[in-house]
């Protein structure tokens, strides 16, 4: 495999596109399965537009896809070593958390 600047600023943009708190929040709900733009509004809480933008970077660094079904559009995760990679830094964020925790009460 070739490791070239083109490369590394394509799976540069995915880091990018995962780097948002509100991207991820959106992207670890999609863990469980397809959802709607409404069901990811009201996860996250803004504006409909907002929704939108934070999904089109997800698209277009090909983290994500849709389907329209009648007026709804359904979102899916599409990198599927994503489940993964969320797990893993996840595991890393709770021991870090329960480390902070240990050194609070062993004072």
Known sequence: MVHNKQYIA???????ALGHPTRLLMVDA???GE???CELQSLVGDDISTISRHLAVLREAGIISSN????NIYYKLSLCCLETFLG??????EKRVRSQ???LTTR
């Open 10 to 16: 394509e799976q540069a943009k995915i880091f990018k």
């Open 35 to 37: 959802k709607c733009v």
């Open 68 to 71: 329209k079904r009648g007026t």
């Open 88 to 93: 893993c830094t996840g595991e890393l964020v």
């Open 30 to 32: 999609l863990r469980d």
């Open 101 to 103: 925790i240990d050194m």
